[in-house]
């Protein structure tokens, strides 16, 4: 019985070292793949401000960061000029980019049918906004990232 156990272990021995002798992927291909896992779309923490930043749990903070976001810009575009600007509207929309190095933009979106002068409404938004507050950009893998979005504003008239 003893050499049967031998000879079994010897075989065993000799068929695993098989497994053993698998080929590794090279670099490219393994980059590959994890840029694959990755999902772009999302971030693993929202930008914030140093308010929110107390807040334990993400969705907190998210919902922290959206609503200072949007009463600070709400607060700094309350102004005559804009209604006059866009006398026939109630609200726009601003496209908010939060870059990497923690620089912000605001940029109003409007529609193509509506006549306005383009250069007075960016001053207008670049002098009202001029003094916000910092923002912290958003990271992916630990990494600052661009980010953006898009929130309403109400023009009160």
Partial sequence: MNKKFLAFFIFFMFQSCQLFD???PDEKQLLNQELKKIDWKNVDEWPTFVQCDSLADKESQKMCF???????LQEKLQDDSIAKLL???????VKVTIFSDAKVS????LNDS???NRHQLDSVFQL????????QPA?????????ELQLPIVLHK
């Fill in 87 to 93: 006398p026939n509207i109630d609200s726009i929309q």
């Fill in 66 to 72: 959206y609503n200072l976001l949007s009463s600070q």
């Fill in 22 to 24: 698998k080929k590794v």
């Fill in 106 to 109: 605001f940029e109003p979106i």
């Fill in 128 to 135: 009202r906004l001029a003094s916000f507050p910092a923002i």
């Fill in 139 to 147: 990271l992916k893998r630990g990494m600052p990232v661009k980010t």
């Fill in 114 to 116: 509506l006549v306005v």
